[in-house]
């Protein structure tokens, strides 16, 4: 698994609607996990950020009433790249990356940018289940 991209610690706070000083708190508190840069800089993991999101009410408060698609993926958009008239728009939500492919125009109606918090709804008619392939987890022959 790719190591976790890093945000500085101001656009933590940005993207959490908080101030730098209730970060600075909650990582004193333990309630949030900093790391350093080689100069010293606070860095947030985009994981920490999107537990963060995912832990407020509105995650799910702004659900639809009712809707099909179960799989739902709070998190926050990561990339957005404009190829006219299609765009990919990648959402980070805790270790899960979820890519979606919609008309620029799309994205222009949801006001779409980097860095807003955002929720990946996955409906899928076929789901593939994979399992690793080792000795112990092959069934034993019955020779």
Same mark, same amino acid.
């Given at each position: 698994?790719?190591?976790?991209?890093?945000?500085?610690?101001?656009?933590?706070?940005?993207?959490?609607?908080?101030?730098?000083?209730?970060?600075?708190?909650?990582? @004193?508190?333990?309630?949030?996990?900093? $790391?350093?840069?080689?100069?010293? *800089? !606070?860095?947030? &993991?985009?994981?920490? +950020?999107?537990?963060?999101?995912?832990?407020?009410?509105?995650?799910?408060?702004?659900?639809?009433?009712?809707? @099909?698609?179960?799989?739902?993926?709070? $998190?926050?958009?990561?990339?957005? *790249? !404009?190829?006219? &008239?299609?765009?990919? +728009?990648?959402?980070?939500?805790?270790?899960?990356?979820?890519?979606?492919?919609?008309?620029?125009?799309?994205?222009?109606?949801?006001?779409?940018?980097? $860095?807003?918090?955002?929720?990946?709804?996955?409906?899928?008619?076929?789901?593939? +289940?994979?399992?690793?392939?080792?000795?112990?987890?092959?069934?034993?022959?019955?020779?």
């Amino acid at each position: 698994m790719p190591a976790d991209r890093q945000v500085r610690v101001g656009v933590a706070a940005e993207m959490l609607g908080l101030s730098l000083d209730t970060l600075r708190r909650w990582e @004193s508190e333990g309630r949030l996990r900093v $790391g350093r840069s080689e100069g010293g *800089q !606070r860095l947030v &993991p985009l994981s920490e +950020v999107t537990r963060l999101l995912a832990e407020r009410p509105s995650a799910t408060d702004d659900a639809p009433v009712a809707q @099909s698609a179960r799989n739902r993926f709070p $998190g926050i958009v990561t990339r957005i *790249q !404009r190829n006219d &008239p299609i765009a990919v +728009v990648e959402i980070r939500a805790g270790p899960h990356r979820v890519v979606s492919i919609m008309t620029s125009e799309a994205v222009d109606e949801l006001g779409l940018e980097v $860095g807003q918090e955002a929720v990946g709804v996955v409906k899928a008619t076929n789901v593939v +289940v994979e399992v690793p392939t080792t000795r112990s987890a092959r069934p034993a022959s019955r020779e």
